[in-house]
């Protein structure tokens, strides 16, 4: 809606850059609200990521889902999409791919780790393997001088209404989760 999964998703792209051999794609899921209601919010347009459709994840050897939450859970956006990928788990053709889960809320008790915890469903049934990152981030996990999105299941901020933007620690954890996700995935790949 404002921007700040993306913001996270350049940061982890990068991360994951760092690796030698890696490649990263930035997609977007369509957006369901109507141009209207998207201004009556305040939304900035949308940034000129492609969408992606369902059939293109089959084709990465990893994938980090980010999305911003609705009530302690995925965006309906996003679960329109997961929804539309019946057909990959018909085929099961992302059993065995590595998976991880980023995120934005709204406020503190906003579904910093619901939000992934009942995301985590959707990469189960497609039989996709769940890399988190734990306390990896190491001391950055344990701030509390600041306000801090994440948690041991992925990185996230805090958008609050919108105006909030990702501090510096946020968009380390994000950095530092692209970094560790690439690494267990070329692991799992074989190539590292």
Same mark, same amino acid.
């Given at each position: ?102 995120? /934005?809320?709204?406020?503190? &008790?906003? !579904? ?9 469903? #959707?990469?189960? %049934?497609? @039989? ?26 992925? /990185?996230?901020?805090?958008? &609050?209404? !919108? ?9 380390? #954890?994000?950095? %530092?989760? @692209? ?14």
């Amino acid at each position: 809606m404002y921007g700040h999964v993306e913001k996270l998703a350049n940061e982890i792209k990068k991360g994951a850059e760092s690796v030698e051999g890696v490649d990263v794609k930035l997609w977007q899921v369509p957006e369901t609200l109507h141009e209207e209601v998207l201004g009556k919010m305040g939304a900035p347009p949308k940034s000129d990521v492609p969408h992606i459709t369902p059939q293109e994840l089959a084709e990465a050897d990893g994938i980090l889902f980010g999305f911003p939450t609705r009530f302690g859970m995925m965006a309906a956006q996003f679960k329109a999409f997961m929804d539309a990928t019946g057909g990959l788990w018909r085929t099961q053709a992302l059993a065995g791919k590595p998976a991880g889960i980023f995120y /934005s809320t709204g406020s503190q &008790g906003g !579904g910093q780790e619901t939000t992934p915890l009942t995301a985590i469903t #959707q990469l189960t %049934h497609h @039989g996709m393997l769940f890399v988190p990152i734990g306390y990896t981030f190491g001391a950055g996990m344990f701030e509390m001088e600041s306000v801090k999105g994440g948690s041991p299941y992925g /990185s996230g901020t805090f958008a &609050g209404d !919108g105006s909030r933007q990702p501090t510096e620690l946020e968009l380390g #954890q994000a950095f %530092h989760q @692209g970094k560790y996700f690439a690494g267990i995935t070329k692991k799992l790949k074989g190539t590292a």
